[in-house]
């Protein structure tokens, strides 16, 4: 069962990866050549855009973290969870191409935010927002923080109430609760999210270069212009392999302080080394010092605060959240819905506010058979992809969950990689790969590359349902007589049909949303929507790229509906 998913992923993941990285240090006819990781390294230009890489990444980290924290807090500790979560798996599963078109109306010169600053008096002219590193931060911290929320999210929901309910019999107070029973809890879905928020920060492209300057270049653009222009394999590939092995690097310095389990959801079967119990006691030592510290601050303040209001420091911390809260999922919502007014405007650019109504965006865009085949080809595409990693990923995922077996570790952390890696790594090595066997261009070969990317979201969606699956129903039905399959398909897959389809939705979002790999592998007639709409942005970002946008929206919102529908219990008679 697990055969399927492991034969698919060495074959379009990890072997394509390794021809690339042989390509990269061996030449035919020279053999071993370290030419280009020599060139990266001793290259000032490359050092600086590099550097800048990783400082955006950081930066974005770091703002995400702060900014997402208290947003799957006040979930995680609300009674309506699903309707607060559906706020936040809307820009989730929009297309980042989308998010960044609505910040172009948001930022612009003529856009909402600054015709609202010289409105109130705030600004006498235009701000410089787009274009610049600001615009840059924003518009990635915008498309990230719902992968953080998310991931702490899975994390929180997970801690028993009971104890800080324990905590304030015991006398605690929230501040102290908070800081020294919560967040240490919830410390593991952080680092998690910080991890895989960093590591899709250093393959981040599109936002740089469409709300950037030159001096916001990331590395990953200069891989895309470099192999459309001169298809320098050699030194491609070496920035490739840097971007590999920094992103490897964060994983395995993860991996040894934290362990993988927060992401992936897998509990790692393996004894530690004294070293790592010696690291990890003077680590928790050091941390538990760290927050009482902290918490007692806190508390001081908070208390120093209630003297002052008179009011009870239980209502400041709840009215705070609320606060935080909504004014971040304002900042999360917000953008989708400006894209709709500025799609019916009659005006060539976007702007705001929009001038007249007209759907002529829509009928130009939507009458064009380009488009309508780039979308056809990108829902046909996303379809089978979502499909066949679905096949795949289901089986992998029961024997991942239900059994015990030797290196079982290490399927899992083969199978969640290309989640975790930079997509561009996989796109330049595919279309190497390709291009040795005619598959460049194809509508198979970006199926192929899109599934490799998609089976780690359905393994890890359905192991989510599996794990709190009551295998005693599947017991008792073969105790009574039932067959295996009868029983599979009788109980054990209508139990868990919700996370199969959630599985299939995540997959088919993921390869409709890609655009590093289409941007590689397919070419001509056979490009995508998000790569037309990429080309499309980069001659000149009008109404009708909003108008497009807003019909992506909306179809997604409702398969959005529509799953929630699907995992609603249902009556019984």
Request: aromatic content about 14%.
């Amino acid at each position: 069962m697990l055969g399927p998913c492991i034969i698919w992923l060495c074959i379009l993941f990890f072997i394509p990866i390794a021809i690339l990285f042989g390509r990269t240090f061996y030449d035919p006819q020279i053999g071993l050549n370290t030419e280009n990781i020599h060139r990266i390294l001793t290259t000032e230009a490359y050092l600086a855009i590099m550097s800048i890489t990783v400082k955006i990444a950081l930066s974005v980290t770091l703002i995400v973290i702060v900014t997402a924290y208290p947003i799957a807090y006040y979930i995680a500790s609300s009674e309506g969870r699903n309707s607060l979560l559906t706020l936040v798996l809307l820009p989730f599963w929009t297309s980042y191409l989308v998010r960044i078109f609505a910040w172009l109306a948001l930022l612009g010169r003529n856009g909402l935010i600054n015709n609202l600053l010289q409105y109130l008096h705030i600004t006498d002219s235009p701000l410089k927002l787009v274009y610049t590193y600001q615009g840059v931060l924003i518009g990635m911290v915008h498309a990230l923080i719902p992968l953080a929320v998310l991931t702490m999210y899975a994390n929180m929901k997970n801690i028993p109430q009971v104890l800080r309910e324990s905590a304030f019999t015991l006398g605690s107070s929230r501040v102290q609760t908070f800081w020294r029973i919560y967040f240490p809890l919830s410390f593991s879905g952080v680092t998690a999210a910080a991890l895989m928020v960093f590591i899709i920060a250093l393959g981040f492209f599109t936002t740089p270069a469409l709300l950037g300057s030159a001096k916001e270049t990331m590395i990953t653009l200069v891989v895309v212009d470099m192999l459309h222009t001169s298809l320098n394999w050699g030194l491609a590939g070496a920035i490739a392999i840097l971007m590999l092995f920094t992103a490897m690097g964060a994983v395995y310095v993860y991996q040894k302080i934290f362990g993988l389990t927060a992401v992936t959801g897998f509990r790692e079967e393996q004894k530690e080394s004294a070293i790592n119990i010696f690291i990890g006691n003077f680590a928790r030592a050091t941390g538990i010092a760290f927050l009482r510290f902290i918490g007692s601050f806190f508390d001081y303040i908070s208390k120093a605060l209630e003297m002052v209001a008179k009011r009870t420091s239980k209502m400041v911390f709840k009215l705070g959240f609320t606060g935080v809260f909504f004014v971040l999922i304002t900042f999360l919502v917000v953008p989708m819905f400006v894209l709709f007014p500025v799609s019916i405007s009659e005006s060539k650019f976007l702007e705001w506010p929009p001038r007249g109504f007209t759907f002529h965006w829509y009928t130009s865009y939507f009458g064009n058979p380009i488009w309508i085949s780039a979308i056809a080809r990108s829902f046909v595409v996303a379809s089978i992809t979502g499909v066949i990693a679905t096949v795949i990923g289901f089986p992998a995922a029961i024997i991942l969950v239900r059994e015990r077996f030797p290196l079982k570790n290490m399927l899992i952390t083969m199978i969640t990689a290309p989640m975790i890696l930079p997509h561009i790594i996989l796109a330049i090595s595919l279309f190497y790969a390709y291009s040795k066997v005619r598959l460049v261009g194809t509508t198979i070969g970006l199926v192929l590359g899109h599934t490799a990317l998609a089976i780690p979201f359905v393994v890890i969606t359905v192991s989510s349902v599996l794990r709190n699956y009551d295998q005693q129903l599947d017991q008792a039905a073969m105790i009574l007589g039932a067959p295996p399959l009868v029983v599979f398909r009788r109980i054990t897959f209508p139990l868990l049909a919700s996370g199969v389809f959630a599985g299939f939705f995540f997959a088919f979002i993921t390869s409709f949303d890609e655009l590093t790999v289409a941007l590689f592998v397919t070419g001509g007639l056979m490009s995508t929507l998000p790569k037309l709409m990429w080309a499309d942005a980069l001659d000149q970002v009008s109404p009708g790229l909003a108008a497009i946008s807003v019909v992506i929206f909306a179809v997604l919102t409702i398969a959005l509906f529509v799953m929630f529908q699907m995992k609603k219990p249902r009556k019984t008679v």
